[in-house]
Each structure stands twice: as structure tokens, then as C-alpha cells.
């Protein structure tokens, strides 16, 4: 079952959904993009939430009239999943349906005396469009889904896996990082970094002070912390807990920003919020600023990032060594006696 061509009819309802696609098209040669898209849609929302799209849309609920409540959050939760799934349905459709391919080799057919084919400063625009309502379509899906908090979705892999982090939303990066335009889909691209900064940098930087903040933040107990994951945490005084106050605001800055060193070493610019690319463009100050941004830019962005980041992380281990002298004191010889010899010269 796919979350289209309930009636018969995919190619209209494709039309619906994007206002570009032509109505007398053949929906057969769209619908296995169809089903890739919506398997990537899959992984980002969960199993569950699709299930639950995919039984509603094919039952006699769908649409009715006189819907109850629950039926008609449910129509909302099947229309906001299908509008970000056609979106990039119909963008490989367009890139794929350029040319015609035959047994005589790749061809364009076009009316010589009515019709053109674009050029591709003009197709690349048109990507870009098609690309950015697929981003934006989708962050508004995942907006309803946390303004309604539908439990399918706060129950995902996906999101559980972001509650872990310190940064575990698109407001914290936000704050850090303002270019990503408040993207919910790029903030659920680079949770895997996040976790991976949070590993293997903050928990070194932080040392003893790791597994105490990060249980007070993911707990509700620090400043502004995240929903509740239960009691068990040991009581602080006003001092201690203005000191983790002050050491998350710390990690929360510092996280995003490797973050985006990764995603911009690791990811094809097109996945990157508009916010982002701008940047980019501004920085490459060229004639043709639509092309995607040269190696040396994005190593410029890289070094900027790693120096404002790396300069925080300084930040952080004296913050922690003026809150606690002993912290990061270490004597290299406990007990240096002139008889204590390890060289002999």
C-alpha cells in the first residue's frame, strides 16, 4: 500500500499535492519514486506514524464527512505526509524525465515550433524551488507533530534519540547557529553528529561533570531542561545549580557548531537550509553565485567554525577549573625525592 492513489487516479492527486505536476501524466512511472520517498520519510517519522497514516488513508474514515476529532487529525496526519513525500517524488520524476530513453540511445522530443527546452541555469533554479518546498513541507509536518504531540511520533527512534542529546531541539541549535532557519528535518539530519560530538569531545572536555549535567538536563532539573525522564537525581544547592546553569548554556553554544563542521564536510550542500546556502553564496561573490559553493569556501566556513568552537571548549575547562581549583591539577611527581631516580645519567 503506498499513502497515494487511493482513487485510481495518482497522477491528480499528485497535482493536488504540488500544483506542477500535469494531471495527464502516467502516474506508473512516478509511482516507484513514490515508494522510495516515502521509505525515506519512514526512517525520519517512524514506522509507527506511517502505519497509522497508511490504515487511516485506506479506510472509510478518510475524508468522511462529519469526521470526529481524532478522524479529522488523522486526514491532517495523511495530508501533511503526502505533501513533503510528492514534493520529492516529482523532483527525481522532472530530473529523470528530461530525456527519453530508447533503444537507439537518449533522446528529447519536443514541439520545434512551440516548445523549448529550458536552459540549465533554469532547471537548477526550478531544483532549487522544488528542493526547498520538500524541506519546508517537511519541517511543517514535524511542527504539527510536536505542537500536537502525537504519540506515535514522540515515541519515534528518532526523536527519543534526540532527547539524549544536549541539544535536543531545533530552538537550542537555532540559538547557537541562527542560519538553519528553524529546519526541524536538518536538525533530525545531524542528530548523529551531535552524538557524536556529545561522545567523544563534551564528555572529555567536561569530565566528572558529564553524567551529572547531562542526567539534570534530560531529568527537567536544570535551567529550561527538557521534558521529564524521571527522579533520582541528587539535590544541589543554589550555587551548584547556578553552576550547571552556566555550564550548559556553555555546551549548548559549543555542540551545534561542531556539529555543522561535520555537516559541512559530510553533506551535499543541497541538504542544507537556505539560511546556509545564502551564506555560502554571499561568501563566493561571484557572477554565477548559484553554483554550489567552491572547496575553498567551505573550508574558510570549517576553520571558522573549529576556531569559535575550539576557543569555547578553552572556555569551558577554565569555567570548570575556576568553579573547582583542583579540577585539571595534576602532580606529575607525588612524591619527588632525590632518590627517586627513573634516569640515571
Known sequence: MMLINKSGNGAEELQQLTSSFYANNDFDRASTLWILEENQMTKLVGGDLMARALNHYNSVDFQKENASAEEAKNDKLVQLLQIPIAYRTTLRYYQLNTVSHETSGRKVKIDRTNESMAWEWMIDKDDDAQRRMAHETTDMLIDWLETNKIAEWMNSENRKASRELFVNSIAIFQQAYPMVDHSQSFFYTVVPFLREIQNHVLKKALGTHYTPLL????????????????????????????????????????????????????LSVQVMPEGVVQHFRSMVQSRNASQIPLKDILDIHIKNLNDDARELLDDIKVFIRSADPDAGVYTVLPENKEENKFFRT
Open 215 to 266: 542526567q539534570r538536563w534530560t531529568s527537567g532539573e536544570t535551567e529550561s531542561g527538557s521534558e521529564s525522564a524521571g527522579g533520582g537525581i541528587p539535590s544541589v544547592d543554589e550555587e551548584q545549580e547556578e553552576f550547571y546553569d552556566s555550564l550548559l548554556r556553555y555546551v549548548q553554544t559549543v555542540q551545534p557548531l561542531l556539529a555543522m563542521v561535520i555537516a559541512v564536510k559530510r
